[in-house]
Nanobody
Framework: QVQLVESGGGSVQAGGSLRLSCVAS????????MGWFRQAPGKEREFVAA????????RYADSVKGRFTISRDNAKNTVYLQMNSLKPEDTGVYYC??????????????WGQGTQVTVSS
């Protein structure tokens, strides 16, 4: 079982940047796909970005393409989400997840507790 802890959330004005981190413990992350999801108030959780275990492939939701970058450092058991040009609609609780496989999509089975991101206009 992998334990995931997110950090780096906060409040920022539109156009600003934040960098989220997710540190894993319990098992090494090096063989897992990793993903970021978010949930806005009153809405369902939605996919944001994912990265394959090697870091060679990434996927993004259309709404964040060109603004967000997912990366990982397997030596540090950490995955990152760099968020630039933030918009108020990016507001929500951001969750880190680890999963098996890649095609057609990873089976995300472990989740962090989430970190709040608030973007004001």
């Amino acid at each position: 079982q992998v334990q995931l802890v997110e950090s780096g959330g906060g409040s920022v004005q539109a156009g600003g940047s934040l960098r989220l981190s997710c540190v894993a413990s319990g098992r090494t992350l090096s063989t897992y796909a990793m993903g970021w999801f978010r949930q806005a108030p009153g809405k369902e959780r939605e996919f944001v970005a994912a990265i394959i275990w090697s870091g060679a492939n990434t996927r993004y939701a259309d709404s964040v393409k060109g603004r967000f970058t997912i990366s990982r450092d397997n030596a540090k058991n950490t995955v990152y989400l760099q968020m630039n040009s933030l918009k108020p609609e990016d507001t929500g609780v951001y969750y880190c997840a680890s999963g098996d496989g890649w095609y057609p999509r990873p089976d995300f089975g472990s989740w962090g507790q989430g970190t709040q991101v608030t973007v004001s206009s």
